[in-house]
């Protein structure tokens, strides 16, 4: 009888996990930026997310996202999570993800982004960012989606004051 209902607990398992939505995997480059080199990421999607792709990046206290170069492809949904893994509070070593518009000049639209503190160091009404996450203190994480541009190369920086100058990369859309 033991053996029965182990068993039966066994079976019931197996349904449950086997039941469970089918699961894809893609991959995505992803670029470090400290050592410059490639890694491959794999990312799960479900069968419904299927033009969604999900991609992760992390600012720090020392004023550093953890990749340069982010590839994806023109019309697919993008959904972004940016980490501050520090522990510093957003009002010394804020941290955001600001996806800018081809051909914005990164130091013009940091020293505008300067005057912008009640919006996150993001000009309010600016037609220069296709997408931006909240600023955030050590410790905290945002989660933005939107739809990718046309195909070509745009920046992504931090706009909080100063720190334009290094925590910037490329957003490649194939």
């Given at each position: 009888m033991k053996n029965f209902k182990k068993l039966m607990l066994v079976l019931t398992a197996i349904a449950m996990v086997s039941c469970g939505e089918k699961k894809e995997k893609e991959q995505?480059?992803?670029?470090?930026?400290?050592a410059e080199t490639t890694e491959s990421v794999t990312q799960e999607k479900s069968a419904q997310d299927e033009n969604v792709v999900e991609i992760?990046?992390?600012g720090n206290d020392q004023m550093q996202f953890n990749m340069a170069e982010m590839k994806v492809k023109a019309g697919q949904t993008v959904r972004i999570t940016l980490k501050h893994i520090g522990k510093m509070d957003k009002n010394v070593m804020?941290?955001?993800w600001v996806l800018l518009t081809q051909g914005t000049e990164i130091g013009a639209f940091g020293q505008a982004a300067?005057?912008?503190k009640a919006t996150d160091y993001v000009p309010a009404g600016t037609t220069q960012v296709i997408a931006h996450t909240k600023l955030l203190s050590g410790g905290e994480s945002d989660t933005i989606e939107f739809v990718a541009p046309a195909a070509g190369t745009y920046d992504f920086i931090c706009s909080f004051p100063g720190h334009y100058a290094i925590m910037k990369g490329k957003f490649i859309v194939e």
């Open positions: 995505i480059k992803l670029t470090d930026q400290p992760t990046i992390t804020g941290h955001n300067v005057a912008a």
